[in-house]
Structures are given as C-alpha cells and as structure tokens.
C-alpha cells in the first residue's frame, strides 16, 4: 500500500471524511471508482486496478451491512478495556464472543498500554449494566470503562416488510448488484432502487468496510486544542501541511457532533519507520494545538449475533406473500460496494 492507495481510500468515505461507529469503517457503497479517480487524479480503470490489487494483496478484506440499533429499539454503547499485552488483548477478543449483544471490537495500541474498544447493544437499563459488568471482568484492571453510549445518526425511516427483506439480501451478500438482488427478492429494480437509497440516506443501514489493521501503516491520531473555536483552524492547517491522511466527520468517532469538540482526528498515513514521530511534530508546530495523542490500530472482530436474531424475529413477524414484479431496466452503474466485491 503506498500513499496513492491511502487517498483511494479515504475517497471512499462520504467527502473524504471517516466514520468509524461500532469498530467498523462506514463508507458509502454509492461512490464509484470514477468518482474516486476524479478526486486523486486517476483514472477509473486505475481505481479499479488499485482496489483489486489491495482485495489480492488482502488489505482490503471486503464489506458488511449493518442495521442501525435504533430499528430495535436499542441503543449503541461502548467501553474501553486495557489489556496487560497483546496475548491478554486476544484472550478478550476470543471471550467477547460469549458475551449477548457484542457487535465488535478493535485493539488500540496507546503510546504505553494497549485498549480494546467494544461496541455492544443494549434495549434496557438492565442489560446495559449485566453487559458492562460481564466486560469488565474480562480486564479487570482499573483503567477500565466506564461504558458510554456511542453516538450514530439518528434513523427517521419508515421500515415496511420490504424494507427488512432488502436489509437481509443486502446483508446476505453486499457485493451484488442492484439488479442482482431485484431478480433475487423478485421485486423490480426500481423498487429495490428506491428503498436501498432510503435505508441508506435516513440511516437505517451502514456500509461496513473492512480492512486488515495489521496492513495498514497508519497512526490514529486525536490532536488536542488550546480552545474549541480554533478547531476549523487548525483543521485546514493540518489539510495543508500534511496531504496524506483521513479526518474524522464531525460525530465520526461516536462522540455528539456539536458543540465542536476540542479536538480533531484522523488516521495518518505513515511512508516509512519513524514517521510518526515526525508527524507528531509537524502536528504539534501547529498554532492551537496543545497535545497530541497517537493509536495503531491492531486486532479486530465482528459479531452480528445479535442483529441477526432481531432480523430474523422481523421476518417472522412480516407479512408471508409480498407482490412481485419482473426486474425492469438495466443494472445500475457499477457501484464501490461491487468493485471491493469484484473489481474485475
């Protein structure tokens, strides 16, 4: 992976910008490599190329679709555990597996410690304190927790049995077409048109992309500052200087997107051994910044246990006979979820 590969990307991100809810890599499966290419300066068969040598290399290791918690009346939480080293860090990993309502996880690597950030559901007071107690047992360090919920987007759409059909075809495989999954579901392809592109603008679902962390030569850093209003500031500061890296989206790391935090932060791509330490200084000459504060991302797991249950509860419950109607019209044009699927 070299620095034109990083910008690739980042561009797969909604305006270049990362969204990183519950462990997972949200992008947008709508942006083509087209669109891409026109924003590092390639062309679309480039593109194309680029992101099938990262799936052959296996960097890049495909995609999921994620329901949004709010559908089931549950709400997204996170906590942070601290692990003694990497061999306790993968024992908590493996025990996560146990626990209900664990939707995934990633190790931090700190400057001094290594932390396992956990996603986990929870629909009542109760579960949200059974959970976070089983958590916590799995460190049992005090510089563990407290649980916090993560922000999302909040979803306004209306789900119609339809709806929660589509969710499952696109979950049961992301990569397909929209034609693919119209002949699939027996539906038109505008219909499944129309209802894909209101799952995903109201928020009902997220495009997870997943990536191999032990690939990719990054530093996630949060860039401390002297005072909030300094924060555009800064930013474009930060976009001038230093080309080659991701901002986190306001409310991008599951932190309220207002008021502006006094902090901005992104993942950095590093070229060579050292180079962190040169960021961080090229970071902390910067006017208005106070600290600098750098993770490596490591280890992590998915766990769709629980969402899975609760769709398969919805289907039960929809209606068993839906209309059908032949596929009408050609596929839509070629789309970043199918390129990641099959880029040839």
């Not at 048109?193 to 990054?218: E, K, M, T």
């Not at 970071?283 to 246990?305: D, E, Q």
Request: charge should be positive; proline fraction near 9%.
């Amino acid at each position: 992976m070299d620095a034109t590969d990083f910008a690739i990307l980042r561009y797969m991100f909604p305006n270049g910008e990362g969204r990183f809810w519950g462990s997972h890599s949200i992008v947008d499966p709508r942006i083509t490599p087209r669109e891409i290419g026109e924003r590092v300066g390639l062309s679309e068969v480039a593109v194309r190329g680029r992101i099938g040598k990262l799936r052959a290399g296996g960097l890049l290791l495909g995609s999921s679709v994620w329901p949004n918690p709010r559908l089931f009346g549950a709400t997204q939480r996170v906590v942070d555990l601290t692990a003694r080293d990497t061999e306790h860090a993968e024992r908590m990993l493996r025990s996560l597996e146990q626990i209900r309502g664990v939707l995934s996880a990633r190790v931090m690597i700190d400057e001094d410690a290594r932390r396992l950030r956990v996603s986990f559901v929870s629909d009542t007071p109760e579960r949200t304190s059974r959970r976070t107690r089983e958590l916590l047992r799995l460190s049992d360090l005090p510089t563990s927790g407290p649980v916090a919920t993560e922000w999302i987007p909040t979803c306004n759409w209306p789900m119609r049995p339809i709806d929660w059909r589509i969710l499952v075809e696109l979950r049961r495989s992301p990569g397909l077409s929209l034609s693919d999954h119209a002949r699939h579901l027996g539906l038109t392809l505008k219909t499944v048109s129309q209802r894909f592109h209101g799952l995903l603008d109201h928020h009902a679902i997220f495009w997870a992309l997943h990536v191999d962390n032990a690939q990719l030569p990054v530093a996630a850093c949060i860039v401390d500052l002297e005072h909030p209003s300094v924060r555009e500031t800064v930013r474009r500061e930060v976009e001038s200087r230093i080309v080659d890296w991701l901002p986190a989206a306001p409310g991008g790391l599951g932190e309220p997107p207002h008021p502006p935090a006094p902090w901005i932060a992104g993942m950095f791509w590093l070229p060579a051994a050292g180079a962190s330490e040169t960021l961080t200084r090229t970071l902390l000459r910067i006017p208005g910044v106070r600290s600098v504060r750098r993770r490596f991302p490591s280890l992590a797991i998915s766990n769709p246990t629980w969402f899975d249950e609760q769709l398969g509860a919805q289907l039960w419950e929809s209606p068993s006979k839906m209309r059908t109607e032949p596929v009408d019209g050609p596929a839509p044009s070629s789309s970043l979820g199918r390129t990641l699927a099959n880029p040839s």
